[in-house]
């Protein structure tokens, strides 16, 4: 994918408002890949006529691209603000299937593979799970990650619950993922790019897979999907120890497991279980979510609903069984309007930041990424001469 250069009719040299726009157009960003349209070679022409009307060839990645208007209103922008000109005329036109093989080995530098596996990635991985369905493990995942991009964080979501997949829902994602190539540019809203089986699947139409294929699925997930650079990658897990939390430990070995519970004790006894698979498959265990823990009355009681002191039962077993201390991250309340955000598609952390049960999501989120990106403690491929 080449980048051609041509001057005006009748200069004897190169334009100096040539490079001018190109160093514009460094700052146009790929609204799916995040990257700058330079660097990915979609700049295909730039040309400057002698009345001074610069026109400039675009690419995008296929030939129905959502983005394109997008895109060309940005280059026209920022092609604009280089001085001499009279006019800016922007064209588009669909990559090549050669130039989108380029693209995708570019973005997947080479190699097929799961990024957040390659020494040197910097990506907290989080996998939020729990013992039984209906203690709120899908809103409090959509929450976490929704509090983490309002902090400026690059954040991700796998929605690994095969078979009750509910993300594109929480997240009020109605689009499928663009394909370039063998390569998917994951959906985002509210910051949160989100991958799902439930963008590929029919209204009311059930996925009936057994567990080879839902690993396959996870695989092409963490793998088949450009998430560019993340600061945090959350999963959403189904309930329980079945095949897919086994599959995640298998597929991205430094996930942390997150158990989300209620004060319920049968809730609690179950979570237990959940979180001592962390033991046969060597996960750690970032810390216990309990969910429900109260409802707030409107003569600012509260009720305790589901009982008390689940949270603390949970991680206290836990703790004894990996031999370290594990935390209660935080308590949320049982809120009617957390429930309704989660149907309206935009997570209660945004539509009310200030509330308790914002406040105690976010308190959760900043607490599991309280420790900043480095490589301390990880393993490189150094070795001495």
Known sequence: MSTSEQHAPGQAGGDARISQI???LNGVMDPEIHRPITELGMVDSVDIDADGTAKVHVLVTIEGCPMRDRIERETAEATATVPGLSRVEVSTSAMTEEQRNELTTRLRQGRRQIPFNQPGSLTRIFAVSSGKGGVGKSTVTANLAAAMAADGMRVGVIDADIHGFSMPGMFGITDQPTKVSDLLMPPEAHGVAVMSIGMFVPEGQAVVWRGPKMHRAIEQ???????????????????????????????????QMVVVTTPQQSASSVAERVGSLSTSTEQE?????????????PDGTVMDVFGTGGGDRVAATLAEAVGHDVPVLGRVGLDPALREGADQGVPLVLSAPDSPTSMALKGVARALVRKPRGLGGMKLPLSVA
Do not use: K, R, Y
């Not at 450009?226 to 991205?252: E, H, N, R």
């Not at 970032?286 to 409802?295: I, K, R």
């Open 221 to 255: 997930f963490a793998s088949d999907v450009f998430w560019g650079d993340l600061d945090v990658l959350l999963l959403d897990l189904p309930p329980g120890t079945g095949d897919v939390a086994i599959s995640v430990a298998q597929l991205l070995p430094t996930a």
């Open 285 to 297: 265990i970032a810390g216990v979510v309990e969910n429900m823990s109260g409802l707030t009355l």
């Open 22 to 24: 190109h160093e514009a």
